[in-house]
Nanobody, 119 residues
Framework: QVQVVESGGGLVQTGGSLRLSCEAS????????MGWYRQAPGKKRELVARTTTYTNPVYSDSVRGRFTISRDDVARSVYLQMNSLQSDDTGVYYC?????????????WGQGTQVTVSS
């Protein structure tokens, strides 16, 4: 099993910044991909940004240039620095980790952390 825990959400005014953190734990052999997704009220979950071991990060068009994803393999953590936040960024942000363990491959999600951007 791979456990995923997010932190760092909260309430921020338009134009402000937040930094989300996510840590993976368990008998992990290798993490292939770590990413952030979000779900706004009444909408489907969508990709925000993801990073793999061997490729450049991928960002959604709506956050490119404002958000930065970074990864610490030693800490098994991924971070999302969110700047110039807008009301459309409001939602529950989920961390996703794709990893392999001795017992197999896992695609694991955290419980989510709420981000609310107020005008």
């Amino acid at each position: 099993q791979v456990q995923v825990v997010e932190s760092g959400g909260g309430l921020v005014q338009t134009g402000g910044s937040l930094r989300l953190s996510c840590e993976a734990s368990g008998r992990i052999r290798e993490i292939y991909e770590m990413g952030w997704y979000r779900q706004a009220p009444g909408k489907k979950r969508e990709l925000v940004a993801r990073t793999t071991t061997y490729t450049n990060p991928v960002y959604s068009d709506s956050v490119r240039g404002r958000f930065t994803i970074s990864r610490d393999d030693v800490a098994r953590s991924v971070y999302l620095q969110m700047n110039s936040l807008q009301s459309d960024d409001t939602g529950v942000y989920y961390c996703n980790v794709r990893a392999t363990t001795r017992t197999g491959d896992f695609n694991s999600w955290g419980q989510g952390t709420q981000v609310t951007v107020s005008s």
